[in-house]
């Protein structure tokens, strides 16, 4: 029978970092190929990111954009990578809007990403709390390209036990009509769902957290 890849399964948002990890240039290499891979509308590869690892000048410079919820946990990471997409086929104020599905395939590529980090043995947490118009102005991006979210990348602790869940598979997947699950057999849901609810052990996540 068909089963979950584990590197889906036990994928985590880390929040405890080893500040001692480097991460090196192949690592980071591989990582933003991962994301260069992506597919896209019409192969438009609309994403950019902007990278900072720990010690460097970039680095530095982004954890003073972080909000303070973020800044808390983020800067210990080996990594902040920040993702852009684009807006506009160009600077000018009449260009043309550059693709409707920019976010949507960019999610695509930092999905790639997590997983190949995974891969690599390291953790990744998505966060948008910083400020993106501060960072806008930092990085000068251009007026067609639009900050979006933070990455924090780096080599997770073991911490606590907390709970981790997901909806069931007949809440969001559906036939014809909206609301009408899917027809799938009862074991295969049930396998589907296994092992996604309850407490779990988990990597970098402190007591009371949320493991998403």
């Known amino acids: 029978m068909a089963e979950l890849l584990p590197l889906l399964r036990e994928r985590r948002s880390i929040r405890v970092y080893d ?4 991460l090196a240039d192949d690592e980071l290499a591989v990582l933003l190929e991962a994301a260069r891979w992506a597919p896209s509308a019409g192969n438009s590869q ?4 902007l990278v900072g ?3 460097d000048d970039a680095h530095a ?5 972080l909000a303070p919820s973020v800044r808390r946990w983020a800067p210990a990471a080996s ?3 920040f993702t852009l997409n684009q807006v506009a086929s160009g600077p000018e104020d009449d260009a043309l809007g550059y693709s409707d599905y920019a976010q949507y395939d960019l999610g695509q590529a930092v999905a790639h990403l997590t ?3 995974a891969a690599l043995g390291l953790g990744v947490h998505q966060f948008a709390a910083f400020d993106h118009d501060g960072l806008t102005a930092l990085a000068g991006v251009p007026p067609h390209w639009r900050v979006t979210t933070g ?3 780096g080599l997770a602790v073991e911490s606590d036990l907390v709970p981790r869940t997901r909806r069931p598979v007949p809440d969001l997947a559906f036939g014809a009509r909206f609301g009408d699950p899917v027809p799938l057999a009862s074991a295969v849901v049930d396998l589907a769902t296994e092992g996604l609810d309850g407490v779990e052990p988990t990597l970098g996540v402190d007591v009371g957290l949320r493991s998403e």
């Open 61 to 65: 410079a982004f954890v003073e954009l």
């Open 53 to 55: 690892r720990r010690g």
């Open 19 to 22: 500040d001692t990890h480097v």
């Open 46 to 49: 609309p994403w950019a990111f």
């Open 115 to 117: 997983v190949q980090a």
């Open 151 to 153: 990455l924090a990348v």
């Open 79 to 81: 990594a902040l990578v």
